[in-house]
């Protein structure tokens, strides 16, 4: 007897019989995948919607694959009810919507498509209507429900002209006689460094407020902003270095001279207004030296007190080397200032004991103020508690004669140790940029943590004091005159890698000189830069205590009444991908791991979740502040990690070791960090991806934030980059879409009324309005954008410069240059 359930269809074969069997086929296959992942997720206490979901799916497959009409209707019914779940989860946000609704949708289709398999004749022909006519409705629906969200943001955020001249070949236009490069430093020499024309230090003075007082650029003219030259370092990695470099420098220019370093240290110095190579200096540091990365953030510029600009080395360059060098050459020349070290170099290594190639190296510029030259250094990060020293100290920038050096663990000893000794060694360090005050002779550290990060048992007392601080030192004396603490005990690698940023802050009784600290962990500090007082509340705050060492964590860490960029906690409905298969899969790590919110403990039994993440907040590209108009600006990460201890035994087995036992492959190395001396070594899921390189939670991942600097209230807050760049397995997805990427380097802002900010993954330049966040200008980089741009005026037309030179960790395409934007000459 015939199935009387079986609707009459066409005879096997044919499109339409063997399209039903593939469509049956996958929904068999993902109802017992969901199926059972929903199984796993409600036993770990999740969501119940996958479940059933699955089953149901499962059914469907059935039905068509035995050529059943029914195994349609109950899809649509399926569908249905996921767009309701889906709806009730989340609302009406489209990111959320996305991987709920996109794929159930897209697997709608394909089911409406079996319909002309069922009915002949008029039948056919009316199953052929029905379905077009449903896939149209479907697609509609599905535009107007999520895409209309994505396209609004699109539209708001990317709305600047296209500009063809951003790609356009270099130009090098005729200019005037320009003046002696000795008679423009001459006039460029001021007791403190301000920007005016120039842009003489790394953060644009010594204040580090990335600000500048030109304003011939606007946002009523900046679309006319164009490419008038390029510069190629030439410093591009070998097969040797692949994959490691990540140059982040920020030139300075004086008096009409460009000073630029290339990942590995090289240094140029470059016509500003044509691009022209004048010279350059190679330190030949080898690959083997190259730490987390190949980077060198920028230079620094000293003119010698009494010194003529036509003298040896009156006006010099100073930086340091990844292989720790600190050197020195003439502005003019780029020859080795013969006065300074040993014919132009200090080696930095001088009582630092054991250590290797690759793991202590300077990749931040040095701090000079009153003729002392500040240097920290990069340890590189989770290889054993015996590391070289985080000591910090002070250089004569004339002769490179150490004047101090501020070491932890002997605070009554000045200089160098004693013969045979070394500083104290796997103490905080500071790795980043030190901000200055010249008139009061202070130096702001900002300290970085312990050797270990993820494990705090063995340090010692004054590690736990000065552990992710910012700590102010006398440079004259070298000695600390006040400090403060941004995380207690800290474990979650939430060390200080903002540049801190000076500001005379407007209060009720006048200006208070003030110094901003951003933080990774996104709260916003504000401190009376003579004495370290918050000048807005602190609240010490109950965190969660457990993990593996619940003794010894602090009860509480230190919340700022000023501004903060942490978002709130996570949760399972955070959780996303692109489909609800990915969704589901983040949904059931999460429910595996330890998370108590903020500042969970480090846990070795299973993962936990570390959020925001080391990378979250504020971290190396720092924040900008215009006086003029009394806003701060911060583009900002918001993303997790996925984190977990390694106990030792397990570690071993493992491969994994520290750097100065020899180099682990790159399959151990991906494993984890050793933090040998400890009980535990550390894996870290940095952002939380899935295989497919997306991110288990919601986007956006990158904001960009205008604050008003007197309160604190956000004036404005949006997602920063666009997803045309980015998608998974690494293949750009080409949509025009405001996603909000991870960034990485700083913003700029001038008295033009404009932000100017790359940073983001999707290879952009950006110029933003101070007043309302709205794009007014973008172009295409050749390069990641991981670096902070800079401004400056030559013959009276001002430039904007960035050195687009990509970034290993943030996976953009690397390159070599070093690119000049301007208007028009009139």
């Known amino acids: 007897m015939a199935d009387q359930t079986r609707t009459e269809t066409s005879p096997n074969g044919g499109v339409a019989y063997w399209w039903t069997m593939f469509v049956g086929a996958l929904l068999v296959l993902l109802g017992v995948l969901i199926g059972a992942g929903g199984a796993w997720l409600i036993a770990l206490g999740g969501s119940w919607y996958y479940l059933p979901a699955g089953v149901a799916l499962l059914v469907c497959g059935i039905f068509l694959l035995r050529r059943n009409i029914a195994g349609v209707w109950l899809y649509v019914l399926t569908w249905v009810a996921t767009l309701i779940w889906a709806y009730w989860e989340v609302g009406m946000d489209g990111w959320g919507l996305m991987p709920r609704t ?37 697609l509609v629906l599905a535009g107007a429900a999520g895409l209309d969200h994505f396209t609004t943001q699109a539209q708001s955020q990317e709305a600047a002209p296209a500009q063809p001249a951003a790609s356009a070949a270099p130009v090098a236009p005729a200019v005037p006689t320009q003046p002696t490069q000795a008679d423009a430093m001459k006039a460029a020499d001021t007791a403190i460094h301000k920007p005016g024309d120039d842009w003489p230090v790394y953060g644009g003075s010594e204040l580090a407020r990335r600000y500048s007082p030109l304003e011939q650029i606007t946002a009523d003219n900046v679309s006319k902003l164009t490419k008038v030259w390029t510069f190629h370092t030439g410093d591009m990695p070998d097969a ?47 690959d083997d030296a190259i730490p987390y990365g190949a980077t060198c953030r920028g230079v620094a510029y000293y003119a010698v007190p009494d010194a003529s600009a036509e003298q040896p080395c009156g006006r010099r360059i100073e930086w340091g080397t990844l292989d ?34 690759g793991w202590y190296s300077v990749t931040a510029p040095p701090t000079i103020v009153r003729g002392v ?41 000045v200089g160098a140790p004693p013969e045979g000794d070394t500083y104290t060694r796997g103490t905080p360090n500071m790795w980043t940029v030190a901000a200055a005050d010249p008139e009061l002779g202070y130096v702001y550290l900002p300290l970085g943590n312990s050797a270990v990060d993820y494990y705090g048992g063995n340090r010692k007392d004054f590690e736990n004091e000065f552990n992710s601080s910012i700590v102010a030192i006398d440079v004259t004396t070298g000695k600390p005159v006040w400090h403060f603490q941004t995380v207690h005990y800290d474990l979650w690698d939430y060390d200080l890698g903002s540049q801190p940023t000076l500001v005379d802050l407007p209060t009720e009784k006048g200006t208070v000189p003030a110094i901003v600290v951003p933080s990774k962990q996104g709260q916003i500090y504000v401190l009376d830069r003579k004495t370290g007082k918050p000048l807005f509340p602190v609240e010490e705050r109950s965190v969660p205590i457990g993990g593996v060492e619940p003794d010894k964590l602090a009860k509480t860490q230190p919340y700022s009444g000023y501004a903060h960029l942490d ?36 846990t070795a039994d299973r993962p936990f979740i570390e959020y925001p993440g080391y990378n979250g907040g504020s971290d190396w590209g720092s924040v900008a502040v215009d006086p003029k108009s009394g806003i701060l ?16 035994a397990e570690a071993d087995k493992m491969g994994l ?21 400890s009980p535990y070594a550390i894996h870290v899921n940095a952002g939380w991806r899935l295989p497919t390189g997306l991110l288990c939670s919601e986007p956006p991942y990158g904001h960009i934030r205008a604050i008003e600097l007197k309160s604190g209230k956000t004036l404005w807050d949006k997602p920063l980059g666009s997803a045309v760049n980015n998608g998974p397995w690494g293949i750009p997805s080409m949509l025009p879409l405001t996603i909000g990427t991870p960034n990485n380097g700083g913003p700029l802002v001038t008295a033009g009324g404009l932000i100017f900010v790359a940073a983001t993954t999707d290879d952009k330049l950006r110029a933003i309005d101070i007043k309302t966040g709205n794009v007014v200008w973008q172009a295409d980089l050749p390069a990641g954008g991981q670096t902070t741009p800079m401004t400056y005026e030559v013959n009276g037309r001002q430039y904007i410069v960035i050195a687009p030179g990509g970034h290993h960790f943030m996976e953009t395409k690397v390159g070599d240059q070093v690119i000049a934007y301007a208007l028009p000459k009139s």
């Open 373 to 413: 030259a500040v240097v920290g250094a990069q340890v590189k990060d989770g290889q054993a508690e015996d590391a070289p020293s985080g000591v910090v100290r002070g250089y004569d920038a004339v002769t490179g004669k150490l004047a101090w050096a501020w070491d932890m663990g002997h605070p009554d000893r």
């Open 324 to 357: 720790a060098r600190l050197i020195a050459v003439d502005a003019r020349t780029g020859k080795l200032c013969e006065d300074f070290g040993d014919r132009g170099v200090v080696d930095l290594n001088q009582g630092i004991g054991k250590t290797v190639p």
């Open 567 to 602: 978002q709130p906690e996570l949760t399972e409905k955070d959780m996303w991908g692109m489909s609800p298969l990915d969704q589901l899969y983040c949904r059931i790590q999460f429910r595996q791991a330890a998370y108590k919110g903020e500042y969970t403990p480090p």
């Open 240 to 286: 040797a270095a692949k994959d490691e470099y990540s140059p982040e420098n920020t030139p300075l220019e004086i008096g009409g001279h460009l000073f630029a370093c290339s990942a590995k240290g090289i240094v140029m110095s470059v016509d500003a207004a044509t691009g022209k190579e004048e010279w350059r200096y190679d330190p030949k540091v080898s």
């Open 102 to 138: 996109l794929a159930p949708t897209v697997i709608l289709v394909f089911v409406l498509l079996t319909l002309p398999l069922f009915g002949e004749g008029s039948k056919r022909r009316y199953a052929n209507g029905a379905y077009a006519a449903a896939s149209i409705a479907v």
């Open 657 to 677: 070791k520290p750097i100065d036992q020899g180099k682990m492959s790159e399959a151990v190395a991906d494993k984890g960090d050793p933090q040998a001396g």
């Open 633 to 648: 600006i911060a583009n900002y990460n918001d993303m997790p990690n996925y984190n977990q201890l390694i106990p030792r």
